[in-house]
């Protein structure tokens, strides 16, 4: 059974660059069967869609964020990553990662994990 | 900019049937299939329909998801304590190129 796991810096300071890690285990993160996403949550507000990555490699961002993220995949660490520069305290958020099979929606999530935004 | 827009809240008492609703537009709900997703308080959000009304393995029967033309909505009948969550539909834009949320509906158990 997939299972999914984000790893990284729980503070980042204004201006920097965020960077999290999702584990994947229990299947392969080269699998065709899979897409691969990034989804926030600010404190006390709804969900957000950052981005998806593909096993083509075609990588999707939301629009509003487009300029400052970056979703990568690692094969040989089975993992796959998010940046997001120029970080601000609006960025500060429960960070998930998540995954499901093309043309449906997420159906395997992290935990999440609690990014903050400050000096 | 909100996309999907459902109601702030929903409420019922036990055994009610509680119904929530997702309103979009051509370049999301109206081409393309609806999600829902629970989050129970302090969890990751868990799917709960996809491709519009097909719930995944362990999904109790009393969720149901429907779609029409450029609205969907998400029924829970028989409604239990642990219910109580908070709810969101989700579809791809075409035309943002991206997945979108809805505002999310908190449904409170009477």
């Known amino acids: 059974q997939l299972q999914l796991q984000e790893s990284g810096p729980g503070l980042v300071k204004p201006s920097g660059t965020l960077s999290l890690t999702c584990t994947v285990s229990?299947?392969?993160?080269?699998?065709?069967?899979?897409?691969w996403g990034w989804i926030r949550q600010p404190p006390g507000k709804g969900l957000e869609w950052i981005g998806t990555?593909?096993?083509?490699?075609?990588?999707y961002y939301n629009p509003s964020l487009n300029s400052r993220v970056t979703i990568s995949v690692d094969t040989s660490k089975n993992h796959f990553s998010l940046k997001l520069s120029s970080v601000t305290a609006a960025d500060t958020a429960m960070y998930y990662c998540?995954?499901?099979?093309?043309?449906?929606?997420?159906?395997?999530w992290g935990q999440g994990t609690t990014v903050t935004v400050s000096s | 900019q909100t996309v999907l827009t459902q109601p702030p809240s929903a409420s019922g008492t036990p055994g009610q049937r509680v119904t929530i609703s997702c309103s979009g537009s051509?370049?999301?709900?109206?081409?393309?299939?609806v999600n829902w997703y629970q989050q129970l308080p302090g969890t990751a959000p868990k799917p709960l329909i996809d491709?519009?009304?097909q719930r995944p393995s362990g999904v109790p029967d009393r969720f149901s998801g429907s779609k029409s033309g450029t609205s969907a909505s998400l029924a829970i009948s028989g409604l239990q304590s642990e219910d109580e969550a908070d709810y969101y539909c989700?579809?791809?834009?075409?035309?943002?190129?991206?997945?979108?949320f809805g505002t999310g509906t908190k449904v409170t158990v009477l």
């Open positions: 998540a995954s499901g099979s093309p043309g449906d929606g997420m159906d395997v």
């Open positions: 229990g299947g392969s993160i080269s699998s065709s069967s899979y897409y």
């Open positions: 990555v593909y096993n083509s490699g075609r990588t």
């Open positions: 051509s370049s999301n709900i109206g081409r393309n299939t």
């Open positions: 491709s519009n009304n």
């Open positions: 989700a579809a791809w834009d075409d035309s943002l190129n991206g997945y979108v």
